[in-house]
């Protein structure tokens, strides 16, 4: 398999996607707004976005499968697995935010091989294959060298359901916000990654996410050079739905104050 021609291929399925959903978010109507549980939204942009994926990915690999967030598609392949979310970030959407994204990764026997985060609005193209580095729009990125906790700027999501962790994470903010430069929630766990990739941000961490959220975000930082774990420190982020992702200079320093409040 050419890792680096198949990822070129998904980067124009990715671009002509995002050229559906800036399309629609220009005379988006809140009204079309569903909701698939309490504080999860969904449109028919988020929809109509990932047919338009799994239509054109299914021609590059005609037997892979797919883990799909609106689930118009899903299905293990024997592989090669597909994982996308077509819109991440909907809420921010859904009210005019301009931050969000497209996330595609390609599984290769349950192992990353391709991941590309597309940021619509600024039309920031990240990607990464096996065997090449981390990208943004064809410029080499890497995680950031700072390793000063206090001169970081830092990532983060807030729970929209599962409030019974709400407790101990608002403590965790507290601590938190009280060691780095600032503490920053844009709305998209794929974008935070691809932050984390490129140096933006030093570190994210969030909990309660899905594979579709984080797949191509965290094989992002790691090729450009950053670390991925669960609060515990281990390696199964995705099973455990809890991702801490780091520039690798400050990974001790938050991985400890998290551990004081799970696990």
């Known amino acids: 398999m050419n890792y680096e021609l198949l990822c070129s291929k998904v980067i124009a399925i990715t671009r002509l996607t995002g050229n559906f959903i800036r399309k629609e978010a220009m005379a988006f109507d809140a009204n079309a707004i569903e909701y698939k549980g309490l504080n999860d939204l969904v449109s028919y942009v988020d929809k109509n976005a990932e047919k338009l994926l799994v239509k054109n990915l299914t021609k590059l690999i005609p037997d892979a499968g797919f883990i799909t967030e609106e689930e118009t598609v899903n299905t293990k392949g024997k592989t090669y697995t597909w994982i996308i979310d077509p819109l991440d970030g909907t809420t921010n959407f859904i009210h005019g935010i301009p931050t969000y994204s497209i996330s595609i990764a390609l599984y290769e026997e349950d192992k990353p091989v391709i991941g590309v985060v597309y940021e619509v ?143």
Not at 136 to 159: C, D, H, M, W, Y
Not at 162 to 186: A, S
């Open 121 to 263: 609005n600024r039309g920031e193209m990240f990607f990464t294959f096996k065997g090449g580095a981390a990208y943004l729009n064809n410029k080499e990125i890497r995680v950031s060298a700072n390793a000063n906790l206090s001169q970081s700027l830092l990532a983060t999501g807030f729970p929209y359901y599962q409030f019974d962790k709400q407790p101990q994470y608002i403590q965790l903010f507290t601590e938190m916000m009280q060691k780095c430069h600032g503490l920053r929630r844009i709305g998209s766990a794929a974008v935070d990654l691809a932050y984390v990739a490129c140096g933006r941000f030093d570190a994210y961490f969030e909990y309660n996410l899905n594979s579709y959220d984080v797949a191509a975000g965290a094989y992002l930082v790691q090729q450009a050079g950053g670390k991925i774990m669960n609060f515990a420190g281990g390696d199964e982020f995705l099973e455990t739905r809890e991702i801490l992702a780091t520039n690798g200079k400050v990974t001790d320093e938050i991985l400890t104050t998290i551990k004081k409040y799970f696990h």
